[in-house]
């Protein structure tokens, strides 16, 4: 039975990561309405960014991530300041149309910069190593991503409801005529928004590097899963997009032990089940 | 609101031009261009029937290379046990009709966001069986060794379609067809309910139309399109692999429509050949072709919503008439 337990905290430790991409797309719907599909393509960029200042140029661990960071923030800035902002008034199809382009400009640029072969930088001493979990060794670097994505989930419940800031976003997503008529400047809230979303997918694609890896694909398998996770915890619910994290990263653990042939097939059957049956999403009461 | 009513770019004497050339290219280009010239004409009706769905009806489905798969599947599994070309591509086309019915019953209960989100859910379902179901698919090596079989017609003998010119009228005859009966259900009674119910879902039951059947009609129509286009490709490329069910496949109609002009009936057929071309130019160049779309992409839909069909069709036919009519209310 200890492999069950093992195995359930390996999930654990893959649905954190899972859990920072999600985070950022579910906050971008929930605030923009916009569905970013280029959101995968962040991870991707804060993956090869991570690679680069620690694998490559050796800067330490925790200023690469936060490098990482920052560059994915200025990304997140262009894109929502320089295209988005101009298509708001439009269906969003055109919205979905424009980030599907800058999936398809970031993939090859990444191709062009790093090459085609996938990297994997290493894992920083002081997180290298395992301890025995369930008779099994469990790696330490596991447990830190586990540690992370709790802290993530803590820092993002005060950032909405604690801050100044979180209350004028809420206000925003809640009703976004009534916050300009209020004094909000809504503009510069999506902005915000925007570059959350951005920093959060790229600290998932930073810190699950060592133990996926950076290659020109994962964008486009991220964001299909990040999408399984959003809309199985509703679209737009933060609560919803970390259960549906758990839901997603058990899964595909368990899956990839007793039936790797149908785990790909059995997520997207849950996707469309939650998408008929409750479109809202399963963890998401009302509204 | 209001949605300009699908222009006509194509003009009698201009179609009749166009299938003029058609029919002369493989005498006066070589085999690489009546190659390439395949590959427009089955972008070309895959496009086609994306944009029923999406220009006509307002549905943006992200699923469509699914049933583009299946289509080429079922078609790849008759050739390899029988080779008749008609059965193959008839069956995989029925196959993939049947199977957008299905699915397309239980899509068009949402639309807008939720609508491209089950599309692509279901499109990546098959890409999923495709992938993993190995004994039947052959997983993600594909099948392969599929035949160019003879057009057999009923009792008659068989023409062999083993050169690329023979099999370039074959497909050719298929996508006129095709074209034909798409102009005159886009302009059947039918075609314009499609526009009403786009333009004024709220509306549309109040004159007795039912929103419902409608859509699932629309579906199964641009399933049928995007399986008999999915069917003439095994022929051609002898093989078969998982891509073609992959939602980043489902972007290539999407980008063709977009490319030509969403509210123009010629848009996607213009699209696909653009598509086609630049692709095969800038891949002369650069292996980066895809940053290369991405750009033209963005450029679309920052400035230019009508595409390229769109913006001629606005100079032509009325230089006055307003068109990016693809506004919504959010």
């Given at each position: 039975m200890d492999i069950i337990g093992y195995q359930g905290l390996i999930g654990v430790s893959l649905a954190m990561s899972l859990w920072l991409i999600s985070a950022g797309l579910t906050i971008i719907f929930g605030v923009l309405g916009v569905i970013n599909f280029a959101h995968g393509s962040l991870f991707m960029v804060g993956a090869y960014m991570a690679y680069t200042f620690y694998g490559l140029l050796g800067f330490p661990f925790g200023l690469s991530v936060l490098l990482s960071l920052a560059v994915a923030a200025v990304l997140g800035l262009i894109m929502e300041r320089g295209f988005l902002r101009h298509l708001y008034h439009l269906d969003h199809a055109y919205q979905l149309l424009l980030t599907f382009g800058f999936v398809l400009v970031l993939d090859d640029a990444v191709k062009i910069i790093w090459g085609g072969v996938f990297k994997i930088p290493p894992i920083p001493r002081f997180l290298d190593g395992a301890w025995p979990v369930f008779g099994r060794p469990f790696p330490v670097y596991n447990t830190f991503l586990i540690a992370v994505g709790i802290l993530v989930g803590i820092g993002l419940w005060a950032l909405f409801e604690k801050t100044w800031w979180g209350r004028v976003v809420r206000a925003t997503a809640s009703d976004r005529e009534m916050a300009n008529a209020l004094g909000v400047n809504v503009p510069w809230v999506f902005s915000t928004v925007f570059m959350v979303g951005a920093m959060l997918a790229a600290l998932g694609g930073a810190l699950g590097t060592p133990i996926r890896v950076a290659a020109p694909g994962i964008g486009a398998a991220m964001i299909i899963q990040a999408f399984i996770i959003t809309v199985i915890g509703g679209l737009g619910s933060l609560k919803g997009a970390f259960t549906g994290s758990l839901v997603v990263g058990i899964l595909s653990a368990y899956g990839t032990l007793f039936f790797p042939v149908f785990e790909l097939f059995f997520s997207f059957v849950i996707m469309t089940v939650v998408l008929l049956v409750r479109p809202q999403g399963l963890f998401v009461h009302s509204n | 609101m209001m949605h300009a009513r699908?222009?006509?770019?194509?003009s009698g004497p201009l179609t009749t031009a166009l299938v003029a050339a058609l029919i002369a290219l493989p005498l006066l280009a070589g085999n690489y261009l009546t190659y390439l010239t395949i590959q427009i004409l089955i972008l070309s009706l895959f496009a086609l029937g994306f944009n029923l769905l999406f220009?006509?009806?307002g549905l943006l489905s992200f699923g469509q290379a699914g049933f583009y798969a299946v289509g080429a599947y079922i078609c790849a599994k008759i050739l390899l046990v029988q080779p008749s070309l008609l059965l193959g591509v008839g069956g995989g086309t029925v196959a993939a009709a049947v199977v957008a019915v299905l699915l397309g019953a239980l899509s068009v209960r949402h639309t807008r966001i939720y609508f491209s989100m089950l599309t692509l859910a279901f499109g990546m379902m098959i890409y999923s069986v495709a992938w993993k179901?190995?004994?039947?698919?052959?997983?993600?090596?594909?099948?392969?060794?599929i035949p160019r079989a003879p057009l057999k017609i009923l009792g008659t003998a068989s023409i062999s379609l083993s050169t690329i010119e023979h099999y370039y009228y074959f497909v050719l005859v298929v996508v006129l067809l095709g074209v034909f009966f798409m102009y005159r259900l886009v302009n059947s009674p039918f075609g314009l309910s499609l526009q009403a119910i786009r333009d004024g879902e709220t509306r549309a039951p109040f004159v007795g139309m039912s929103v419902t059947t409608h859509r699932l009609l629309a579906f199964t129509i641009a399933g049928l399109y995007a399986g008999l286009a999915g069917a003439l490709l095994p022929p051609l490329e002898n093989t078969v692999t998982?891509?073609?069910?992959h939602w980043t496949t489902s972007a290539d109609p999407i980008l063709a429509t977009l490319l030509g002009g969403?509210?123009?009936?010629?848009g996607p057929i213009v699209g696909g050949a653009l598509f086609i071309i630049i692709k095969d130019l800038i891949v002369r160049v650069t292996v980066h072709w895809s940053i290369v779309l991405g750009t033209v992409v963005i450029i679309l839909v920052m400035?230019?919503?009508?595409?390229v069909a769109g913006i001629v069709a606005g100079m032509v036919a009325r230089p006055r008439a307003a068109p990016a009519p693809a506004v919504a209310s959010k």
């Open positions: - | 699908h222009a006509h770019l194509m220009g006509y009806t179901w190995r004994d039947v698919t052959g997983g993600d090596d594909g099948l392969v060794g998982p891509v073609m069910a969403i509210y123009v009936f010629s400035g230019f919503r009508g595409g």
